[in-house]
Nanobody, 116 residues
Framework: QVQLVESGGGLVQPGGSLRLSCAAS????????MSWYRQAPGKERELVAT????????NYADSVKGRFTISRDNAKNMVYLQMNSLKAEDTAVYYC?????????WGQGTQVTVSS
């Protein structure tokens, strides 16, 4: 079955960096667009970034443009989110999403907390 497992979250100071990873299995990874979403306490889940099947970025949320970079490694079935210049408002649970066969699949999420 489809599995998405995120890792790499943690506590970081403002201005710091983190790299999130998502390990995918159970579907033809290289055939599908992959996305990162996030959900802050009391807010709706929002799209952060999307990467095409060949590794080109499709879009970024305005709030993360110039600071975050999405990438993928089709040989390893992995998708990444490099987050630089982190701000307190980036604090959220970050989720990896795939949509094989027209259905959304989500990982369990990884917590990112930006605080001094």
């Amino acid at each position: 079955q489809v599995q998405l497992v995120e890792s790499g979250g943690g506590l970081v100071q403002p201005g710091g960096s983190l790299r999130l990873s998502c390990a995918a299995s159970g579907f033809s990874f290289s055939s599908y667009v992959m996305s990162w979403y996030r959900q802050a306490p009391g807010k709706e889940r929002e799209l952060v970034a999307t990467v095409t099947t060949y590794g080109g970025s499709l879009n970024y949320a305005d709030s993360v443009k110039g600071r975050f970079t999405i990438s993928r490694d089709n040989a390893k079935n992995m998708v990444y989110l490099q987050m630089n210049s982190l701000k307190a408002e980036d604090t959220a649970v970050y989720y990896c999403k795939a949509r094989p066969w027209g259905r959304d699949y989500w990982g369990q999420g990884t917590q990112v907390t930006v605080s001094s």
